[in-house]
Nanobody, 115 residues
């Protein structure tokens, strides 16, 4: 059974940093596209950052210059370093794995940025 478990969320003041981590079990992430998404209350889930198996990265405009996605295929993890956090970054952050037609999601971790 494939499981994605996010960690690292919490409460931080505006301007602070957090590092989210996604640990994958039940399969190897090598060859997969991994991503971080978020969903704020009353809003649709949106892509924050993605990284392909070739380590090509894509960022939402709101994340460019502040967030960095990385992967460690040997450890089967994908991280999201978030800097200069803003109150509008408050959301539940989800890890996603894509492999051919297969998609797996984690349960999410709450990030709250206070002003």
């Amino acid at each position: 059974q494939v499981q994605l478990v996010e960690s690292g969320g919490g409460v931080v003041q505006a301007g602070g940093s957090l590092r989210l981590s996604c640990a994958v079990s039940g399969t190897m992430i090598k060859g997969s596209t991994m991503g971080w998404y978020r969903q704020a209350p009353g809003k649709q889930r949106e892509m924050v950052a993605r990284i392909t198996k070739e380590e090509i990265t894509t960022y939402a405009d709101s994340a460019k210059g502040r967030f960095i996605i990385s992967r460690d295929d040997a450890k089967n993890t994908v991280d999201l370093q978030m800097n200069n956090l803003k109150p509008e970054d408050t959301a539940v952050y989800y890890c996603k794995r894509e492999y051919t037609f297969l998609v797996h999601w984690g349960q999410g971790t709450q990030v709250t940025v206070s002003s």
